[in-house]
Each structure stands twice: as C-alpha cells, then as structure tokens.
C-alpha cells in the first residue's frame, strides 16, 4: 500500500527527469491526485469560455440550432467531468492506496474528459470558421490560445495527457485557419511556434512539480525518522513500568484464567469472589457437569472434546446475566457464580442453571461431526465470601451428581442428604476401580426360553459384585457408576472372558443354545471392542452364531448413531445377532430400527409386570412390530404361568423370568407346571433370534 506523504515508513527514489525512467509509485501518485485537484479550474475556465463562444456563434450563425446543441454537449460534458472530480479528487486521498488497475482507470477517466473538452472546441472552431464573421473567427483562436497557454500550468501534473491536450488545441486551430476560404497562412504559422513555446514550459512545469513533491517527500521522512528516534527514546525511558505493568497483568491473567476456554479458572473465580464480597450479600452457586463427555473424548479424540468444551463456554459465557461469573472448574466442569437475594437465591439460581443448559441444548458441529452435549446441574445459595462459596460450590458439586443419578440433562438443588450418598458413591466409586483385579467380580447366567417348548435357546450373562468389606452391591447401583467413570469397558472385558470361559465348559448344553452378553454404548464406542470379542470367541473355540449381543436403545441416540451402526453391522458380519433391550422405554425409532441389524427385541420386565391395559397394548403393539420387521421378541421379567400364557397368545417367542430359572453359576432349568398348545411357526422359531430374523446390511 502507497503511504501518504509524512508517514515514517514512506520511501521516495530521487525524482527523474521527465522522459527517463519512470517516476516512483508514490509520486505518481501525487501527481494523479494534483491533476484531479486542478481538473475544477480546467472545467470552469472551459465552460465560461464555451458559453461565451456559444454566444457569439448565436448572433453570427443565420441558425442559432447549431450553436445552441454545441452548448448543451458543453454543459453534459462539464457536468460529466464535475461529477467524476467530485466523486474522485474532492476523496483524493484514496487515490494514494487505491490498487495499481484502478490507479490506471482513474489516469484514463482523466485523459478522455481533457479529449472530450478538446474535440468540442474543435467542433466550436469549425462552426466559428463557417459563420463567416471575423470576430468569431479570431475570438475562438484568441481562446485556444489562452487555454493552451492555461494548459502548461494547470496540465503539469500529467505530461502525456497535458502535451496532447495542448497540441491538440493548437494545431486544430491553426489547421483550421489555414484551410479557410480567406486564411492567413502567416497567422496560421504562428500556431506551431507557439504549440513548441508552450510545450517546453509545460515540460519545466512538470519538473519543477516532481521535484517539489521529492523533496517534500525526503523533507517528511527525515522529520518522520527524527520523531520516530525521539518518539522510541521517550518511550524507552517513560513507558518502562507501563510494559512492566502490563506484563505482571498478563501474567496474572494468564494465572486466573483457563488457557483453554479463557474463562475464570479455579484461583480466578476465588479472585473474583473477594473483589465482591460485601457484608449481607448473598450468591447462587452452580455446579455445571457435562454428560458422557468422556464418550467424546474417548470416541472422537481429545481434539474435539477440546472444541467442543470451547464452544459450550463460549454459549454458557453469552448466556450469564451481568454481574456474574463463570469458571471452568476442571476438566468437563463449570461453576457459575450469580450475586442474589436471599429469599430468591434458590428459584433464581435453578432458573439460571435451566438457562445455562438451555444454552447448550443445540447440536456443536465439530470436524464434520454433529454432536449433542447436556448438563447436569447442581444449586446451592450461600453468603458471598472465599470460604462460604468454597462450601458451596461442594454442595453444588453433590447436587449435580444427585442429578446425574437420576437420569442427567436435568437441575437439582442441593439437600442435607446428598452428602450421605455422595459419600457412598465416592467409597464404591473407589472400589470399583480394584473390583476386577481383586476378583471380586462374578458371572452368572439366566435362561431364555422358547415360549412354546419352554426349552432353553439362550442364556443371558448377567454380572455380580460382591466386596469383602461393602458386601453384595447390585448391579443397578455399580453398573451406572462404572458407565461414568469409564471403567465399564474394563468390566465388559472381564464379562466376555469369564462368561465365555465358563460357557465353553458346560457339558450340558445343547449345541445351539446361545450366550447372551450386555454392551453398553461406552463399550461399543470404544476403540477395539469387536476384536476383543472376536479374541475372546477364538480362545474358548465358541463361534460367533453362538453369541448374542444385547444393546440399549440409547444406540438409536443422533451423538454416536454412525460410530454404533458401524460397530454393530461389523458384529453381523461376524455372525453375531444384534438384541434390543428394553425396548419401548428410551429412544425408540422405527426407522432407526429398520437402520439397524436387530434380530430381536427384549420387551421390558416393567410392562410384563403390570399387564394393565396399556402395557398390554405396548407389548402387542412391539410383537406386531417385530413381525413386520421379521424379527423376534423376548419378554423379560416372566414370573408366573398366567404371564407365560398371555404372552404366548400375544404370540411372544421368547421368555426369561424367573419362572423359567434365576442367574446361576452352573444354571439350571426350572421346569414349568404347564405347557402350552401345539408348536407354532414365529418370528426366530429356527433359532434364538432366527435366521429368518438375520436382515442382510
């Protein structure tokens, strides 16, 4: 970019000679911005001496037609070459940065405005030599020369242009009296002597300007280095403890602020609640927790779970009222702290939290992948100071577990009794972790049934915990703490190995009964979960239509539908049949079903339970469903013969209760009293989840 005319990091070349090599850019450039600058004084000395013509050629001329359209071309074209000097040298200072291709459409604009101005006193010149009145004649050349004379100083910025624009002016008039009726070829003459006078004067015009505008240039710069050394020496020796200010500020910035997000961090938000602590002054704390964030790290990289906790501070920041404060706490954590009231403290701070998880309820498109996160809060009011927020942002912690635990994506407001629970969670939390290496961990297994025969086709693995000092915990309280804490593809293994290995060495067994194995969506997305199946099928020489694997319908979830269909589908490949568990009480989808390969649906025990109008109707309406889609059904939670019966006549194919057997070690079938009517063809009656059932990718 060309700089203006002072400014310290201007460069000027020495000027040359007109001629010579060509001009610096920056002097060009002047020079254009000059020319437009006087192009005002070019059009008003035209127009006035035009119109006087004009006039003088009306009274001459028999018609004044003539005279009168040359006036009217006159005013179109100075109002013409106005408007584009209005428009471009009155704003000239955008001729000194504006790009080279429009640096030469201005110099064109410029010149064909001056042709334009010349050809009409052409036009004026011959129609004066016509009308045959002398005074007419001699006027218009007396012009001529006058505004060629005009010329030299007026056009001394552009040398090309100026020299066309006076030759042309001089030597048509010349022409022009030469070739007239009565012309005098000695005043003729004088034409070219004057055209050669005028054109060397034009040229030392130019030059004198050139060198004015280098030595202005070189003049600027040398004051401009002077201030800039001065300016540097005051700087040096005024602004020290400025920078030193300044940097002990980003440094304590840096300090308080989480490098990724650039919220407040942990010290920060402490920082922050010191300079607001105020007698009587009350807050609202609220502990934010991300939901299954280890799933995206785990499943998509740490690059994306990084963009992703950016983009939720960026939503959580523009969604806090003013006054507050938000701080990453760690990790997938955020606490937000909003001075309140005490009697409202706790509905405005709940109404924030649903704010903030509000917030972030839009799907984040990360490298391509759309990905859906929630929150989990917790709320808890408390004074204004250090050690009270402290507290509190403990308290707010335990609730937002609380909510967590039932079910997440939801606020909760701390209680007195979270405390005892959270302790528990944090003491199985514990020994979860050394629950597999301490072989505390056991496998057993329950019958699923023909709903005909009653002869077992299936035996689903169902896990065990039982802690030396904690006794037997139950599976619904340690299988959801291990899917938080990530340990759940840790125990998976341990399932797969143990189950296989017991079910290899069962004499018993018929040779197409099946081993049904749980998988939570933690473990499907888990890099190498079907090699580790794969492995562990190989090693105990059980093949792969042998095994079943039993899924969520939180697989049918938008955040991990791609990475969970190709897990699966891979299964199918493998020969292993694909079960929906629970179905009817999560994400149910038809046409995500028809997407997946299913083979089969677990009716949950709930429904079997209850057997009241509508869970009846839920249960016929899933059995019609399986049958459009040529899948099976299984029924769990199966305790009496008056359930087995109803369910068979809803035309279930499968059952598993306890009726048929409870989980066992060595499992054993508990025989049924009854019976029921002759065998009939159903969905999987080939086999558990029937091959009729197996639906190619």
Same mark, same amino acid.
């Not at 105990?540 to 979830?557: C, D, L």
């Not at 995500?592 to 509508?614: C, G």
């Given at each position: 970019?060309?700089?203006?005319?002072?400014?310290?990091?201007?460069?000027?070349?020495p000027?040359?000679?007109?001629?010579a090599?060509?001009?610096?850019?920056k002097?060009e450039?002047w020079?254009?911005? #000059?020319?437009?600058?006087?192009?005002?004084?070019n059009?008003?000395?035209?127009?006035?001496?035009?119109?006087a013509?004009?006039?003088?050629l009306?009274?001459?001329?028999?018609s004044?037609?003539?005279a009168?359209?040359?006036?009217?071309?006159?005013f179109?074209?100075?109002?013409?070459?106005?408007?584009?000097?209005?428009?471009?040298?009155?704003?000239?200072d955008?001729?000194? @940065?504006?790009? $080279?291709?429009?640096?030469?459409?201005?110099?064109?604009?410029?010149g064909?405005?001056?042709?334009?101005?010349?050809?009409w006193?052409?036009?004026? #010149?011959?129609?004066?030599f016509?009308?045959g009145?002398?005074r007419?004649?001699?006027?218009?050349?007396?012009?001529?020369?006058?505004l060629?004379?005009?010329?030299?100083?007026?056009?001394a910025?552009?040398?090309?242009?100026?020299?066309?624009?006076?030759?042309?002016?001089?030597?048509?008039?010349?022409?022009?009296?030469?070739?007239?009726?009565?012309?005098?070829?000695?005043?003729?003459?004088?034409?070219?002597v004057?055209?050669?006078?005028?054109?060397i004067?034009?040229?030392?015009?130019?030059?004198?300007?050139?060198?004015?505008?280098?030595l202005?240039?070189?003049n600027?710069?040398?004051?401009a280095?002077?201030?800039?050394?001065k300016?540097?020496?005051?700087?040096?020796?005024?602004?020290?403890e400025g920078?030193?200010?300044?940097?002990?500020?980003?440094?304590?910035?840096?300090?308080?602020?989480?490098?990724?997000?650039?919220?407040?961090?942990? /010290?920060?938000?402490?920082?922050?609640?010191?300079?607001?602590?105020?007698?009587?002054r009350?807050?609202?704390?609220?502990?934010?927790?991300?939901d299954r964030?280890?799933?995206?790290?785990?499943?998509l990289?740490?690059t994306v779970?990084d963009?992703?906790?950016?983009?939720?501070?960026?939503?959580?920041?523009?969604?806090?009222?003013?006054g507050?404060?938000?701080?990453?706490?760690?990790?997938?954590?955020?606490?937000?702290?909003?001075?309140?009231?005490?009697?409202?403290?706790?509905?405005?701070g709940?109404?924030? $939290?649903?704010?903030?998880?509000?917030?972030?309820?839009? &799907?984040?498109?990360?490298s391509?992948?759309?990905?859906?996160?929630s929150?989990? $809060?917790?709320?808890?009011?408390?004074?204004?100071e250090a050690a009270?927020v402290?507290?509190a942002i403990?308290?707010?912690?335990?609730?937002?577990?609380?909510a967590k635990?039932?079910g997440?994506?939801?606020?909760v407001?701390?209680?007195?009794?979270?405390? @005892?629970?959270?302790?528990?969670?944090?003491?199985?939390g514990?020994?979860l &972790?050394?629950?597999?290496?301490?072989?505390?961990l056991?496998?057993?297994f329950?019958?699923?049934?023909d709903a005909?025969?009653q002869?077992?086709?299936?035996?689903?693995v169902?896990?065990?915990?039982t802690?030396?000092?904690?006794?037997?915990?139950? @599976?619904?309280e340690?299988?959801?703490?291990?899917?938080?804490?990530?340990?759940?593809?840790?125990?998976g293994?341990f399932?797969?190995?143990?189950a296989f290995?017991?079910?290899?060495r069962?004499?018993?067994?018929?040779?197409?009964?099946?081993?049904?194995?749980?998988a939570?969506?933690?473990?499907?997305?888990?890099p190498?979960?079907?090699?580790?199946?794969?492995a562990?099928?190989?090693?105990?020489?059980? $093949?792969?239509?042998?095994?079943?694997?039993?899924?969520?319908?939180?697989?049918?979830?938008?955040?991990?539908?791609?990475?969970?269909?190709?897990v699966?589908?891979?299964?199918?490949?493998?020969?292993?049949d694909?079960?929906?568990d629970?179905f009817?009480?999560?994400?149910?989808?038809?046409s995500?079903?028809h997407?997946?390969?299913v083979?089969?649906?677990?009716?949950?025990?709930?429904f079997v339970?209850?057997?009241?109008?509508q869970?009846?109707?839920?249960?016929?309406?899933?059995?019609?469903?399986?049958e459009?889609?040529?899948?099976?059904?299984v029924?769990?939670?199966?305790?009496? /013969?008056?359930?087995?019966?109803?369910?068979?006549?809803?035309?279930?194919t499968?059952?598993q209760?306890?009726?048929?057997?409870?989980?066992?070690?060595a499992?054993?079938?508990?025989?049924?009293?009854?019976?029921?009517?002759?065998?009939?063809?159903?969905p999987g @009656?080939?086999?558990?989840?029937g091959? /009729?059932a197996?639906?190619?990718a």
């Amino acid at each position: 970019m060309t700089e203006a005319p002072g400014h310290p990091a201007a460069q000027v070349e020495p000027a040359a000679p007109a001629g010579a090599s060509p001009l610096p850019d920056k002097i060009e450039r002047w020079l254009l911005k #000059t020319a437009y600058s006087n192009n005002f004084a070019n059009i008003g000395v035209n127009l006035v001496a035009g119109i006087a013509m004009t006039a003088l050629l009306a009274r001459a001329s028999q018609s004044a037609v003539p005279a009168i359209l040359l006036g009217i071309a006159l005013f179109l074209l100075s109002a013409g070459r106005f408007a584009l000097s209005c428009g471009v040298g009155l704003g000239c200072d955008d001729i000194l @940065a504006t790009p $080279a291709r429009r640096l030469s459409r201005l110099r064109l604009l410029y010149g064909t405005g001056l042709f334009l101005g010349a050809l009409w006193w052409v036009g004026m #010149t011959a129609l004066a030599f016509e009308s045959g009145d002398d005074r007419v004649r001699y006027a218009v050349l007396i012009v001529l020369s006058a505004l060629a004379a005009g010329a030299t100083g007026i056009l001394a910025a552009q040398v090309q242009i100026g020299r066309f624009y006076i030759a042309l002016m001089l030597i048509q008039g010349s022409a022009q009296l030469a070739l007239s009726s009565d012309g005098d070829i000695v005043l003729a003459g004088l034409g070219p002597v004057f055209l050669v006078v005028m054109l060397i004067v034009h040229r030392n015009n130019h030059a004198i300007l050139v060198q004015s505008l280098d030595l202005r240039f070189r003049n600027d710069d040398l004051l401009a280095d002077l201030k800039t050394q001065k300016g540097a020496l005051t700087e040096l020796n005024t602004t020290l403890e400025g920078r030193v200010a300044l940097r002990t500020a980003d440094l304590k910035h840096a300090a308080e602020h989480d490098c990724l997000t650039q919220c407040l961090n942990r /010290q920060g938000i402490l920082e922050w609640v010191d300079q607001q602590t105020s007698p009587g002054r009350f807050c609202t704390t609220i502990f934010l927790d991300l939901d299954r964030f280890k799933q995206i790290n785990d499943g998509l990289g740490h690059t994306v779970g990084d963009c992703v906790l950016t983009e939720v501070a960026r939503r959580l920041e523009a969604a806090m009222p003013e006054g507050a404060a938000l701080c990453r706490w760690g990790g997938d954590e955020f606490v937000a702290i909003a001075p309140s009231c005490e009697p409202e403290a706790i509905a405005t701070g709940a109404a924030l $939290a649903d704010r903030l998880r509000s917030a972030i309820r839009e &799907k984040i498109s990360v490298s391509g992948c759309e990905i859906h996160v929630s929150l989990s $809060a917790g709320v808890a009011v408390c004074a204004l100071e250090a050690a009270a927020v402290s507290e509190a942002i403990r308290f707010a912690d335990l609730a937002a577990s609380e909510a967590k635990g039932r079910g997440r994506g939801a606020t909760v407001v701390f209680s007195e009794d979270f405390a @005892a629970r959270q302790e528990r969670k944090a003491i199985l939390g514990q020994a979860l &972790k050394g629950a597999v290496g301490n072989g505390e961990l056991s496998v057993v297994f329950q019958p699923i049934v023909d709903a005909v025969t009653q002869e077992p086709e299936a035996y689903e693995v169902l896990l065990r915990w039982t802690n030396p000092v904690l006794g037997r915990i139950s @599976a619904e309280e340690f299988i959801p703490m291990a899917e938080e804490t990530g340990l759940i593809v840790e125990i998976g293994a341990f399932a797969i190995d143990a189950a296989f290995s017991r079910f290899s060495r069962w004499p018993q067994r018929k040779e197409s009964c099946r081993i049904a194995l749980n998988a939570s969506i933690q473990q499907l997305i888990a890099p190498g979960y079907v090699e580790t199946l794969r492995a562990a099928a190989r090693r105990y020489g059980i $093949a792969p239509k042998a095994i079943v694997i039993e899924v969520t319908e939180s697989i049918f979830a938008d955040a991990y539908m791609d990475l969970t269909q190709n897990v699966l589908f891979r299964l199918q490949d493998l020969g292993i049949d694909i079960h929906i568990d629970d179905f009817g009480t999560g994400f149910s989808s038809l046409s995500r079903l028809h997407e997946m390969p299913v083979q089969a649906i677990k009716i949950d025990q709930s429904f079997v339970r209850r057997m009241d109008p509508q869970a009846v109707a839920i249960i016929e309406g899933s059995v019609s469903i399986a049958e459009k889609f040529g899948i099976a059904t299984v029924a769990e939670g199966v305790e009496t /013969q008056a359930q087995a019966a109803q369910l068979r006549a809803m035309r279930v194919t499968y059952m598993q209760g306890y009726l048929f057997g409870r989980p066992e070690i060595a499992p054993t079938l508990t025989p049924a009293t009854e019976t029921a009517a002759a065998p009939r063809a159903a969905p999987g @009656a080939e086999g558990f989840g029937g091959e /009729q059932a197996r639906r190619s990718a």
